[in-house]
C-alpha cells in the first residue's frame, strides 16, 4: 500500500536544471521519510538526499550539497528534487523511496523498504 512514483527527468545541458517529483500513496509525509537515490552504469547506488518525517530536516551527499534540495509539499504528499548547475557526473537513473524512520546510516538504502521504478536523468552537451 506504501508506494512512490518518480518523475521529471529527461535530458539537459552541464550547468542546467532539472525539478525531479517523487508522489507518495498510501501514507503521509508525516509518517515516511523519503529519500532519493542514483545508480549509474558500472557504478553502486549512493544515497543521493533525504528529508526527515520527524522535523523535515533535510539531508544531502557531499557531492551535490550546495546544488541539490530537497522539499515536501506535505498537502500534496509530494517530495521534490530541484538539481541546479547539473554536471555529467550526475547522469543516472534516480529513485525515490519511503522509510518510517531514518538514521544516519540513510545513504546505503536500508532504512527504506518501498522504491519507485526510477527516472532516468542525463547531462550531456
Known amino acids: 500500500q506504501v508506494q512512490v512514483v518518480e518523475s521529471g527527468g529527461g535530458l539537459v545541458q552541464p550547468g542546467g536544471s532539472l525539478r525531479l517529483s517523487c508522489e507518495a500513496s498510501?501514507?503521509?509525509?508525516?509518517?515516511?521519510?523519503i529519500g532519493w537515490f542514483r545508480q549509474a552504469p558500472g557504478q553502486e547506488r549512493e544515497g543521493v538526499s533525504c528529508?526527515?518525517?520527524?522535523?523535515?530536516?533535510?539531508y544531502y551527499a557531499d557531492s551535490v550539497k550546495g546544488r541539490f534540495t530537497i522539499s515536501r509539499d506535505v498537502a500534496k504528499n509530494t517530495v521534490f528534487l530541484q538539481m541546479n548547475s547539473l554536471k555529467p557526473e550526475d547522469t543516472a537513473v534516480y529513485y525515490c523511496?519511503?522509510?518510517?524512520?531514518?538514521?544516519?546510516?540513510?545513504?546505503?538504502?536500508?532504512?527504506?523498504?518501498?522504491w519507485g521504478q526510477g527516472t532516468q536523468v542525463t547531462v550531456s552537451s
Open positions: 528529508i526527515d518525517s520527524f522535523d523535515g530536516s533535510t
Open positions: 498510501g501514507f503521509t509525509l508525516d509518517h515516511y521519510s
Open positions: 523511496a519511503a522509510a518510517p524512520l531514518i538514521t544516519r546510516l540513510w545513504k546505503n538504502g536500508d532504512d527504506f523498504h518501498s
